[in-house]
């Protein structure tokens, strides 16, 4: 599957952005889909992930209760709605998909295909 991240951008403090993954193929549906994102000098680290219908979803403490993971498997594409941004949360944001049967994981290693990633950044 190949993976299109899109909406990043930059915005202040307090603001929201939206991102959009659109995934290629037709077994959309049979991934678990994540968000990762990697701050300039650091490691990439696990922001949010989304199981294969939709029902379930996972949260990084940090942006818990400010972002929201959604899918929509009738256009193959995977969202991030991100409110009340912080500085810190300026980073390249990568959406990635992964094809193994188990359940959701937040370890980078675990995900198969990655998209090109979108930079965001916020400014104080």
């Known amino acids: 599957v190949q993976l299109q991240a899109s909406g990043g951008g930059l915005v202040q403090a307090g603001g929201s952005l939206r991102l959009s993954c659109a995934a290629s193929?037709?077994?959309?549906?049979?991934?678990?889909m994540g968000w990762f994102r990697q701050a300039l000098g650091k490691e990439r680290e696990f922001v949010a992930a989304?199981?294969?219908?939709?029902?379930?979803?996972y949260y990084a403490d940090s942006v818990k209760g400010r972002f929201t993971i959604s899918r929509d498997n009738a256009k193959n594409t995977v969202y991030l709605q991100m409110n009340s941004l912080k500085p810190e949360d300026t980073a390249v944001y990568y959406c990635?998909?992964?094809?193994?049967?188990?359940?959701?994981?937040?370890?980078?290693?675990?995900?198969?295909?990655w998209g090109q990633g979108t930079q965001v950044t916020v400014s104080s």
């Open positions: 990635a998909a992964d094809s193994s049967p188990l359940i959701v994981s937040s370890r980078p290693n675990r995900y198969d295909y």
């Open positions: 193929g037709r077994t959309f549906s049979t991934y678990i």
């Open positions: 989304i199981s294969r219908s939709g029902g379930s979803t």
